[in-house]
């Protein structure tokens, strides 16, 4: 049997809220923050106690996970929450920031007497939403039982890489699971577009694709959102750009040269330029086309 624990959840969008749903879900005690409150709100049906702020939502917590878009946005909201912060707690920062910041969030954990964790996690929204999830962690072996009620909550696996979260062996394995995510993002968009310049007819392609080695469940996937129109989140085209750069700029300081991500990237930046942030990365598909 789960013991009971009180979790906070700071960042309920599209991975955050499935977090703090499944914790509630699996009978913890959870309260949850979102810089946008009405993107929160919805979860208090789940009983989880939607907060005013940070502090708020961490007083006394168990266990304190993060869910935000990148380091800074990180750090700012802890300083935030430092007033409610209990010694002792254990922090589980589960959003993909990299591994140069880490130094600076293990530092900030122990300032507050944090048990810091490094836990970013594999998967988009679907495999949030029913708790399968894989994460990849590095922590102390003595917070890994209260990380481990957290984890068997949110995801299916959870892959322990070492004791030091600040050395990075976590974020670094999720930048290269990255590097191949984006590229298969870029692969689909750019072969339907193609398709499309060509007059070929994309049901083709992909009925020659089956059965063999270069099928995927996931070109399918984004083949899917950009035959149907339907962007529905699942990876913004932000978060995609967002980590394309964190991909490249940590290829740069290991002295690689990254084609693929650096083009990956312009195509990306390209799409946010033409409107397309917010909506799946999948709409990456236009910037393919000359929008002048």
């Known amino acids: 049997m789960t013991d009971r624990i009180s979790a906070a959840v700071l960042g309920t969008g599209t991975m955050g809220a499935p977090l703090a749903r499944n914790l509630a879900r699996a009978g913890h005690d959870v309260?949850?923050?979102?810089?946008t409150r009405s993107r929160a709100e919805p979860l208090a049906a789940d009983g989880v106690h939607v907060a005013d702020d940070p502090a708020e939502a961490v007083r006394g917590a168990d266990a304190v996970v993060t869910m935000l878009f990148d380091g800074e946005s990180v750090l700012r909201t802890i300083r935030a929450a430092a007033d409610g912060l209990r010694e002792g707690a254990v922090w589980a920062q589960t959003s993909t920031v990299g591994p140069e910041v880490l130094p600076s969030l293990a530092a900030l954990a122990a300032e507050h007497g944090l048990r810091f964790i490094d836990a970013p996690v594999l998967g988009t929204k679907a495999p949030a939403e029913t708790a399968?999830?894989?994460?990849?962690?590095?922590?102390?072996?003595?917070?890994?039982?209260?990380?481990?009620?957290?984890?068997?909550?949110?995801?299916?696996?959870?892959?322990?890489?070492?004791?030091?979260?600040?050395a990075g062996a976590a974020s670094r394995l999720k930048l290269v699971f990255n590097s191949w995510v984006l590229t298969a993002i870029n692969g689909t968009?750019?072969?339907?577009?193609?398709?499309?310049?060509?007059?070929?007819?994309?049901?083709?392609?992909?009925r020659a694709l089956e059965g063999t080695a270069l099928d995927l469940p996931y070109l399918r996937m984004k083949a899917d959102a950009i035959l149907t129109g339907n962007y529905d989140v699942n990876f913004t085209v932000t978060s995609a750009l967002?980590?394309?750069?964190?991909i490249f700029e940590a290829a740069e300081r290991a002295g690689l040269h990254l084609d693929v991500v650096s083009a990956g990237a312009e195509r990306l930046a390209r799409a946010e330029s033409l409107g397309y942030g917010d909506k799946d990365a999948a709409a990456s598909y236009f910037a393919s086309f000359d929008t002048k």
């Open 189 to 206: 968009t750019e072969a339907l577009a193609l398709a499309k310049g060509l007059g070929v007819d994309p049901q083709h392609f992909l």
């Open 132 to 166: 399968q999830l894989q994460i990849l962690a590095a922590g102390p072996q003595d917070a890994r039982p209260m990380a481990n009620q957290v984890f068997d909550a949110i995801g299916s696996r959870t892959v322990w890489l070492g004791e030091d979260g600040a």
């Open 31 to 35: 309260r949850a923050w979102n810089r």
């Open 242 to 246: 967002k980590d394309a750069r964190l």
